[in-house]
């Protein structure tokens, strides 16, 4: 079965019922959608289907999960892949928008007539093209395959503006250069010459303590995880080099700041001890809701791209009003994800696990026991958050803050809190604890922005990765890059924003200095 027409059916599917009135029966339904392979494979319509969503969006899952996250939550690189998809859909778009420019090409204007969703999708479909063999060249096949399974040649390279095939093309050959080298490192030649190693760290970092001894407490430690039967991993800071990406919407993400994580300062006793207790109180108190929550947060997808795709029906959102509502959405979590890079960096701060085992070590302790376990008494030494932890300092909450700036950019966009999520869960659906969790069928629904963006920071606190700080600070300051994402768009969709140069990563020197307590060693 072509896997790029099922989805494109079971999104059809989806998209009727969420326009249904009745919420029961669009549940009831839904359940059965998911749940029942069509019969019927509809073909991609290109008048009237959206190929940014049903063709490129579903087309690149798998491959994203195979070759960067098994499950969608290693943001900097899901987040970078994100923004510059999005960032070639709305660059594709703009010829066809009555005054729209896109960010790294004015590729001048198309007449109304030709404005349609053929054309729209052809051109979005190819700068895609140009940006997924730039991102994942392994997976050319697939990409070539994606295009031929609707009929177009992946083998046109025309740049032809006149032509929606050579709008596509030029403007996702300018994202790809555009973003190049933006700091991230994507060809691996960063301070190298021989060996590219791509996206591999250049700035130095290293970690005080090591996965088998905890020499500062205060300080993140690298976790040794299970990467398959009798294989562990120790973890290394991913892309602390994300904090030196150039970002969209502002110029410096030393104007935001957060305030030193003094709760986890092992010096200071008791609040570190009390910001413990309250992890293994969220660990011992676990519902089945909250773990699915929290699994549902920890994979961007099903929760922040989602939240988007969710509201097209509802919205009665056009094709390039979604690609600049995808785009913007995209932006905010990118530029927030830098700024939040950097206070990781700077803080470099314990997860739970390490002050959790270094407090209660030989004490016992009540919590959740793994999976199917439920929560039981064990040594402290034992203990286990419900999610595994990222592999990133804990302070601030990336997932809280990519979750407020995704709110709040689109509370701008719409003047409203309003949102329709509704996410049927069968029972015995968890990654964590397939079989067993939840005991029921639940629906996950939120219908604010607010209360999505709010649940989605508490959501790591009890799958146990962050302390309540680490939400909180995120939670209070990263709505501003909600409202700077908005605004730069905003700036593209009226035509006064400047074409961009090229990218470029700043400098090590602006890497902040490396925050520590006093006397904080064991």
């Given at each position: ?13 989806i998209?009727?019922?969420m326009?249904l ?7 009831l339904?839904l ?7 069509a ?15 049903d ?9 994203l999960?195979?070759?960067v ?6 943001a ?6 994100g ?12 010829p ?18 030709e ?22 060249p392994?997976?050319?096949a697939s ?11 992946p083998d ?7 032509t ?18 933006d ?52 973890q290394?800071f991913v892309?602390p080099q994300?904090?030196?990406?150039e ?5 410096d ?11 986890s300062?092992?010096?200071?006793k ?5 910001q ?9 108190n676990?519902?089945d ?24 029906g ?9 690609i ?6 995209n ?26 085992r ?10 959740w026991?793994?999976?199917g ?17 990222a ?5 601030p ?10 709110a ?6 719409f003047g ?33 922005w ?8 508490q959501s ?26 908005y ?11 400047k ?17 520590s307590f ?5």
């Amino acid at each position: 079965m072509n896997k790029y027409l099922s989805k494109i059916s079971l999104l059809h599917q989806i998209r009727k019922l969420m326009k249904l009135r009745n919420i029961s029966v669009f549940l009831l339904s839904l359940i059965c959608v998911t749940h029942v392979q069509a019969n019927h494979l509809d073909e991609f319509d290109f008048d009237k289907d959206n190929g940014a969503l049903d063709v490129v969006g579903w087309g690149s899952l798998d491959e994203l999960k195979e070759h960067v996250s098994a499950n969608y939550g290693d943001a900097s690189l899901l987040f970078r892949f994100g923004v510059l998809i999005t960032n070639a859909w709305y660059d594709a778009s703009a010829p066809y928008h009555p005054t729209a420019v896109g960010v790294y090409s004015h590729l001048g204007r198309r007449p109304a007539e030709e404005a349609t969703n053929r054309n729209i999708n052809t051109a979005v479909i190819y700068a895609s093209y140009r940006v997924l063999n730039s991102f994942m060249p392994t997976y050319k096949a697939s990409w070539r395959k994606m295009l031929l399974d609707i009929g177009l040649d992946p083998d046109n390279n025309s740049t032809d503006l006149n032509t929606p095939i050579g709008i596509g093309n030029a403007a996702g050959f300018a994202v790809v250069a555009g973003r190049q080298f933006d700091g991230m490192n994507q060809e691996g030649d960063t301070n190298k010459q021989y060996n590219p190693m791509p996206y591999a760290d250049y700035t130095q970092y290293k970690p005080l303590n090591t996965a088998y001894k905890l020499k500062s407490p205060s300080h993140w430690q690298p976790d040794m995880q299970r990467k398959g039967l009798g294989l562990y991993k120790i973890q290394q800071f991913v892309t602390p080099q994300f904090a030196l990406a150039e970002p969209y919407s502002y110029d410096d993400p030393n104007d935001f700041e957060v305030p030193p994580p003094y709760n986890s300062n092992f010096k200071n006793k008791r609040a570190y001890r009390k910001q413990a207790k309250e992890v293994l109180a969220a660990s011992a108190n676990l519902t089945d809701e909250q773990k699915i929550k929290a699994e549902l947060f920890d994979d961007k997808f099903r929760s922040l791209s989602y939240s988007l795709s969710s509201n097209i029906g509802p919205r009665n959102l056009s094709l390039l009003e979604f690609i600049q509502i995808g785009f913007m959405t995209n932006l905010a979590a990118f530029d927030a994800g830098i700024f939040v890079w950097q206070e990781k960096y700077r803080f470099d701060a314990v997860r739970p696990f390490s002050a959790i085992r270094k407090l209660y070590k030989d004490e016992s302790v009540q919590a959740w026991g793994g999976p199917g376990k439920g929560t039981v008494s064990m040594q402290g030494e034992e203990w286990h958050s419900y999610l595994e932890e990222a592999d990133h300092p804990e302070y601030p909450s990336a997932t809280a803050c990519f979750c407020n700036a995704h709110a709040q950019s689109l509370r701008k966009h719409f003047g409203d809190d309003n949102m329709v999520y509704y996410l049927p869960i069968p029972a015995g659906s968890s990654r964590v604890e397939p079989g067993v969790t939840p005991k029921n069928d639940i629906v996950i629904s939120y219908n604010n922005w607010t209360d999505f963006a709010k649940e989605c920071g508490q959501s790591r606190v009890w799958g146990g990765v962050h302390f309540q700080a680490a939400v909180d600070q995120s939670a209070e300051v990263c709505p501003v890059f909600g409202d700077l994402a908005y605004e730069y768009v905003s700036s593209l969709v009226d035509g006064s924003a400047k074409l961009r140069a090229p990218s470029q990563g700043r400098p090590l020197s602006e890497l902040p200095e490396r925050f520590s307590f006093e006397n904080d060693d064991d």
